[in-house]
């Protein structure tokens, strides 16, 4: 299982440009697989990824993820190509559709049929990323073009999929999945399963499952469980992960984030490994001193 490290989120982990630019070159030193960024209302996440890759030499850089919606799927394609030449190859795109409460209460845009919606954009999107002509008629898109970037190579596409339907065209159309808010059993019997089998029809090989959870090594568990719950109390009401979490069976983020002592830490990353997931993207929530140094040690300890 790689293990990435999700730049952006606190403080600790770089909330401007040249934070996130350290953090991802602390991160590279240390040997982590990949730096993953969400794109929510601060940095634009695919542009901080491409001064991040021009920055660093190894490591990968991903979005986890940016909202379809805003962007025409032929300007996300140029700009995520243009952002895998500035990391020499080193980006995957993680695209989601985000929530009805961003896409038609914030932005005042329709959020209606967002299946629909992402089967479409990913037609037009998908052969751009990997330098295709694309000739699409749908109902919210006509598109008929090819980018000419020079230095570009395919990118990696990864959909934020939690339903069923998103789970099939996941599968069917991109290299795998970035998750949130969703627990190891959910992840067993029903993420994997279903992502999987999509691809499979669709004759695409095995996909990837990013699954991207709160982590910190600590010896006040209950006091940090504490602080994420309060922290991250809306992911708990958003419908998407809502879902998820009634189905694993939990009360909130907080019953899912990986808190404890390194013994403890250590087995639920080998359970995220035995369900099937391809990546780990820690977000770390740091609290105590020492807390985020500790835990970047055990995750360091983790790679392969």
């Not at 790689?2 to 770089?14: D, E, P, V």
């Not at 000739?135 to 980018?147: E, H, I, T």
């Not at 979490?245 to 909130?252: C, S």
Request: net charge negative; with cysteine.
């Amino acid at each position: 299982m790689r293990i990435g490290l999700m730049a952006g989120a606190t403080a600790a982990t770089g909330t401007g440009i040249k934070a996130v630019v350290d953090f991802a070159k602390m991160a590279e030193e240390r040997g982590f697989d990949t730096v993953w960024m969400a794109n929510v209302f601060g940095l634009d996440a695919i542009g901080a990824c491409a001064i991040g890759g021009w920055e660093t030499s190894r490591i990968e850089f991903g979005t986890a993820v940016t909202p379809s919606y805003p962007r025409h799927p032929t300007a996300l394609a140029q700009q995520a190509v243009t952002t895998s030449v500035c990391c020499d190859g080193r980006f995957t795109l993680g695209i989601g559709l985000s929530h009805k409460l961003v896409i038609e209460d914030m932005l005042g845009m329709s959020y209606d049929k967002p299946a629909a919606h992402m089967n479409e954009y990913l037609q037009v999107l998908g052969p751009l990323l990997r330098g295709e002509a694309v000739d699409f008629s749908g109902a919210q898109y006509q598109v008929k073009l090819a980018l000419d970037v020079p230095g570009a190579s395919a990118v990696p596409l990864m959909v934020a999929a939690l339903g069923p339907a998103m789970l099939k065209l996941a599968g069917t159309y991109a290299d795998g999945t970035t998750t949130w808010m969703t627990g190891p059993n959910t992840l067993e019997n029903y993420i994997v399963p279903n992502i999987s089998a999509a691809a499979s029809e669709a004759g695409r090989g095995s996909p990837r499952i990013v699954c991207g959870l709160p982590i910190v090594v600590t010896g006040d568990a209950d006091g940090a469980r504490e602080k994420i719950a309060k922290d991250l109390a809306v992911y708990g009401m958003l419908p998407s992960y809502r879902a998820m979490l009634d189905r694993e069976g939990v009360e909130g983020p907080a019953n899912l984030s990986i808190v404890g002592d390194e013994s403890s830490v250590r087995n639920s990353l080998a359970r995220l490994r035995d369900v099937g997931v391809t990546d780990f993207n820690a977000a770390i929530t740091p609290y105590g001193e020492g807390s985020l140094e500790a835990t970047l040690d055990v995750l360091q300890s983790e790679l392969g």
